[in-house]
């Protein structure tokens, strides 16, 4: 089977750095991707790792190490309008593009 | 395009009714996806379209779910004889060939009363 895990909630004040471990246990890995939902709203795509290393999107981060099953999202420069629910989410070589996704990571940004 | 739109945003039925959920994804995406969200969890797998060939349907999913995708354009989804474990959010998700993400709908809420 598949399983992710991530931690439940995660606080950190506005200006500062936050760092969103994910790890996994699949076969046939081949990807990894994070997702941010608002309270009310649905997911959106912040990044996707297939290769080890760091892939920067402006503020936003994604590293993966596939040697270790384990992947982050970095946020810099935490902003109010960060808060929010952060999956990661698995996609399998056979799963011809579908996602397992992990129960989610409560970001709260402080002033 | 105005992204994936889902209709409708709020639905509450009652046991044992059928309801039907429509979909439609960005027009230059093959690929089709539906998600169930419960508070708490993350999205899990319903079922997955590329045109309108359905590829994919989960194991957990009863015999009561329903989808179709006709001319690989729009989809819907029926839940038929619903139970009050249905209630949810239904996330319907769109992406081309390849992986490069999803985009997802606003989705539906279901409530079974």
């Known amino acids: 089977g598949q399983s992710l895990e991530q931690p439940s909630e995660v606080t950190a004040v506005e200006g500062a750095i936050v760092q969103i471990n994910c790890t996994y246990q699949?076969?046939?890995?081949?990807?990894l991707s994070w997702y941010q939902q608002h309270d009310g709203g649905a997911p959106t795509f912040l990044s996707y790792?297939?290769?080890?290393g760091l892939e920067e999107t402006g503020r936003f981060s994604s590293f993966l190490s596939r040697s270790d099953s384990y992947g982050y999202l970095l946020l810099q420069e935490l902003q109010m309008k960060d808060s929010a629910s952060y999956f990661c989410a698995v996609y399998r070589r056979d799963n011809a593009g579908k996602s397992t996704f992990g129960d989610g990571t409560t970001l709260t940004v402080k002033p | 395009d105005t992204g994936v739109s889902q209709d409708p945003r709020h639905k509450i039925t009652k046991r044992g009714q059928n309801v039907t959920f429509r979909c439609d994804p960005i027009s230059e995406h093959n690929r089709l996806y539906w998600y169930r969200q419960t508070l708490g969890q993350g999205p899990e797998f319903l079922t997955y379209?590329?045109?309108?060939?359905?590829?994919?349907k989960s194991r957990l999913l009863s015999d009561r779910f329903s989808a179709e995708r006709p001319k690989g354009s729009f989809s819907t989804l029926e839940i038929q004889r619903t139970e009050q474990g249905d209630s949810a959010m239904y996330l319907c998700?769109?992406?081309?060939?390849?992986?490069?993400?999803?985009?997802f709908g606003s989705g539906t809420r279901l409530t079974v009363v």
């Open positions: 699949t076969s046939g890995f081949y990807g």
């Open positions: 998700a769109s992406s081309p060939g390849g992986f490069y993400g999803y985009t």
């Open positions: 790792n297939a290769l080890d």
């Open positions: 379209f590329q045109n309108e060939a359905q590829l994919e």
